[in-house]
């Protein structure tokens, strides 16, 4: 008797199958999204540091090359 997940939202894997694996993609995805929400919280902390331009416009920087690289991969995955 196997036990049916109903909230699982991949088709359930026999035991033949071999160990479920995390992709490359899927952990980039993941570092990519931490990238952005840490670069925009340290932004916001430095804006209210009164930090200089400098660390602003870093921050930012890395922000949007993150930002982009999540929207170009989402681009290239419906593909």
């Given at each position: ?21 995390v ?57």
């Amino acid at each position: 008797m196997t036990h049916q997940d109903p909230y699982r939202l991949s088709t359930p894997r026999t035991p033949g199958d071999g160990p479920d694996a995390v992709s490359r993609g899927d952990v980039l995805r993941t570092v990519l999204w931490a990238v952005v929400v840490v670069s925009a919280v340290a932004n916001m902390a430095a804006s209210l540091a009164g930090a200089p331009t400098a660390v602003h416009l870093a921050s930012g920087v890395v922000t949007v090359l993150a930002a982009g690289s999540l929207v170009v991969r989402g681009l290239r995955g419906r593909r």
